[in-house]
């Protein structure tokens, strides 16, 4: 992987079917890896990044290839998941960076997002040429303001109105009038997705990140993945090659000098890479148009510190309102104007500790910012391109001011529009609502986890996706969503072995996705009406 060597680890071939226990390694999890002696450091070999996690093997990225990582096919290790605490520190250091901001080109973006100066608007903007002419009204009104902005714009997206369709819009403006942007969001999904959207336009994109972390699709826009192509990649192999050659000739020399002289040549070489990758990665940074990082990837211990302070003219952050406010100035601290959008109705950044989220951490920037500067700051997309009115009117009344509208080609669309769908009483309603008062549903508690499940919701919801997929609907257009875990595993071992392709998740774990049809079990019923804990609030946060 871009000159990092993967491992894959099996279980060991003495203890059985060669299928891994249940365990919880998932992509991007920084693991270390261990004689098989035991899990202390003095036994670490080195720490990876996991790549891919299968039935039967857990692949790990290593980037000690050349540090005389010596792994045997046959041999015996043992991986554990690692902290990570990388996160934390990046932002404990964004937040020191804010407080001792002097001068930097963000002096003014500060001022204006503490409530001391007042957003302005740029002089004199020229009508806009649209590079996507299906804009509709609300979109193109969206973009124009942006970018007529001078210090800071939110658009505000809810669900299916095209919200990163906007935001694509806006960058590829920008880069246009020929600025630098840096383009960030909370999660590498999100990254990505505008990645792809990126990449289909003739903008110059580059992903940083771990490419453990980047979906496989994206990989060529990674800056592992370009540097690997760029010119100064053979002189580096160059070097690299005789580092190999210099550690190889170390391990079998036993006088006492010439060791310490190819320690000596070592440690020159290892410079030499480093100053040359430096460079190179300066020049290929420097080359992009739109720079995309999660918000925390854009800090400056990573690549972005070989840039100049004054290279980006715009951030902009997406699903901003998911983000915590400290992870997003990360990114903020880098350019003079920011462009955030989000939807701060739907669910906020997870805060575990009540401490924080009491002293303000679960006020996310986006929503921050709409309290202090009101509508003056914000423009809304009203046009929803995904649901049939029907689905889409109670939160449109609740959450939207009743502005949104459905555009005309889902306003009125059913399953049985779908190829291959009959048409039955199930694939004819736009939503059907079952309520299972007095049916004796009641939820149970797991109190070891303190979540909730609901046996009897799962059986509502195995009937409703057989009828569906008997209907014709595939079972991977169809999602079922709980906001509790247990009732996720309890449903997942009730439908995954028949449907494989059925999506089943929790509901943070589905935001922002689509589906043709989704089966939404609620799970709790009690007697006390006022148990209701998160559910009832809008926007609770505290999924267990
Ligand atoms: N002006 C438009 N005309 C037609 N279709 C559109 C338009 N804008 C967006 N869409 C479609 O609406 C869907 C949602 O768009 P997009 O992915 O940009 O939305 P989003 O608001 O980011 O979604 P989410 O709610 O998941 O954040 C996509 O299928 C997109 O092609």
């Not at 540090?67 to 096919?73: C, M, P, R, T």
């Not at 460079?279 to 211990?301: C, P």
């Not at 999602?479 to 995954?496: C, E, F, G, M, T």
């Amino acid at each position: 992987m871009h000159g990092r060597l993967l491992v894959s680890f099996e279980p060991r071939k003495s203890i059985g079917p060669s299928v891994l226990p249940s365990h919880s390694f998932g992509p991007g999890d920084i693991v270390g890896l261990y004689e098989s002696e035991g899990c202390s450091q003095p036994n670490q070999l080195c720490s990876g990044v996991v790549t891919r996690v299968t039935q039967a093997s857990i692949t790990v990225a290593f980037d000690e290839t050349h540090d005389g990582l010596n792994l045997e096919s046959d041999g015996l290790y043992n991986i554990m998941k690692l902290a990570n605490d990388v996160t934390y520190k990046r932002l404990t250091r964004a937040l020191n960076s804010l407080n001792g901001y002097r001068s930097g080109p963000a002096t003014h973006l500060i001022s204006v997002l503490f409530g001391y100066s007042e957003p302005g608007m740029l002089s004199q903007q020229n009508a806009l040429e649209w590079i996507n002419n299906g804009l509709d009204s609300s979109q193109q009104e969206a973009v124009s303001f942006a970018l007529s902005q001078k210090d800071v714009a939110i658009i505000h997206g809810p669900p299916g109105t095209g919200k990163t369709t906007t935001v694509v819009e806006v960058i590829l403006q920008a880069v246009k009038q020929g600025q630098k942007v840096l383009c960030c969001a909370p999660s590498n999904v999100a990254v990505d997705n505008l990645v792809e959207r990126l990449a289909k336009s003739k903008a110059k994109v580059l992903r940083l990140g771990h490419p453990a972390r980047l979906l496989e699709s994206i990989q060529k826009h990674s800056l592992d993945a370009v540097l690997a192509q760029s010119d100064s990649t053979n002189i580096i192999a160059d070097v690299r090659k005789d580092m190999d050659k210099a550690f190889s000739h170390i391990k079998k020399v036993r006088d006492k000098g010439q060791r310490s002289s190819l320690r000596r040549e070592i440690g020159e070489l290892r410079k030499e890479l480093k100053s040359r990758e430096e460079v190179a990665i300066s020049q290929i940074l420097k080359r992009a148009s739109v720079i995309l990082a999660t918000n925390t990837g854009s800090s400056d211990d990573g690549p972005l510190k070989y840039l100049p302070s004054e290279h980006f003219d715009l951030v902009v952050i997406d699903e901003c309102a998911q983000a915590l406010e400290s992870s997003c100035w990360i990114a903020l601290l880098k350019a003079r104007k920011c462009i955030l959008a989000g939807d701060y109705k739907q669910l906020p950044p997870t805060i575990k500790s009540q401490n924080a989220a009491a002293k303000g951490l679960s006020v996310s920037l986006m929503e921050r910012l709409i309290q202090k500067y009101g509508d003056s700051i914000v423009r809304m997309l009203t046009t929803q391109y995904r649901m049939n009115s029907a689905i889409m009117q109670w939160a449109s009344e609740q959450m939207y001011q009743g502005k949104l509208t459905a555009h005309p080609s889902v306003e009125k669309h059913l399953l049985r529009d779908l190829a291959g769908v009959t048409h039955v009483e199930e694939t004819s309603m736009p939503l059907l609502l079952i309520d299972t008062a007095g049916c004796g549903l009641n939820e149970m508690e797991d109190t070891d986890e303190q979540s909730k499940g609901n046996q009897g919701e799962v059986d509502i919801v195995a009937l409703h996706v057989k009828t569906l997929t008997e209907a014709g609907v595939q079972a991977k257009d169809i999602a079922v969503i709980a906001p509790y875990n247990l009732q996720v595993d309890l449903l997942r071992q009730k439908l995954s072995n028949e449907y494989p392709d059925l999506e089943i998740k929790s509901v943070d774990g589905f935001q922002g996705r689509e589906k043709e049809a989704v089966l939404l079990s609620l799970v709790r019923s009690n007697r006390k009406e006022e148990r209701l804990d998160f559910l009832r609030r809008t926007g609770g946060s505290t999924w267990q």
